[in-house]
């Protein structure tokens, strides 16, 4: 740089260019500063979220087949799938489950309902309707399968119907895993008719 040429500058345009190196020398400190505060913040985001998948769907449709035998189907209307905790959620949900001859041994009908991959657990919420290979109807606020060979669990102001001949109320019902009897458990009314 020319040292003459500073000389010659009058004072205006010497506080013009102090007040420039200021601005530059603030934004590189800003800069720098950001840099560091921030270098790792970057890096453990995209290493966490880099296999992390989500969909929202319109008529989503799960199974689960072995052996050319189908366990169960679920089928919702609107829903979500995250791949970082293996959970779709799924609203307006209908479906059926299967015996060992691949008929429907149980269907039902619920406003919410979740199915976690990793734990293979489906989870019925909220107006829960059921109906057994037997024509028994329930009602409850919660239904959980958690396996072919585990007993069915509903809860929370179930309400059981059996060919107009038996009606009964609990706090949680057992099905069994053939679907063929169940369990009342907690606070109950049963009436049977004739």
Excluded: C
Excluded at 73 to 100: C, H, P, Q, R, W
Excluded at 145 to 160: E, K, Q
Aim: proline share 1%; net charge positive.
């Amino acid at each position: 740089m020319n040292f003459d040429r500073l000389k010659n500058l009058n004072r205006k345009q010497k506080a013009y260019l102090g007040a420039a190196g200021v601005f530059v020398a603030v934004l590189l400190w800003a800069f720098i500063s950001a840099g560091v505060i921030t270098h790792n913040f970057n890096r453990s985001q995209l290493q966490t979220d880099k296999n992390r998948q989500e969909a929202q769907i319109h008529g989503i449709i799960l199974t689960e087949t072995k052996d050319e035998k189908k366990y169960w189907e679920i089928y919702g209307e609107t829903g979500n799938y995250d791949s970082k905790n293996g959970v779709a959620m799924l609203d307006n949900v209908i479906g059926n489950f299967y015996d060992d001859n691949n008929e429907v041994s149980m269907s039902f009908e619920s406003s919410k309902g979740t199915y976690n991959e990793k734990s293979k657990k489906i989870i019925l919420y909220q107006d829960t309707f059921i109906v057994l290979k037997d024509l028994t109807t329930l009602r409850a606020d919660r239904l959980v399968w958690s396996g072919r060979d585990l007993p069915v669990t509903a809860s929370g102001n179930v309400r059981i119907t059996k060919n107009q001949d038996f009606i009964a109320s609990a706090d949680k019902i057992e099905i069994s895993p053939d679907y063929g009897k169940f369990k009342i458990t907690g606070k109950t009314v049963s009436k049977a008719f004739k």
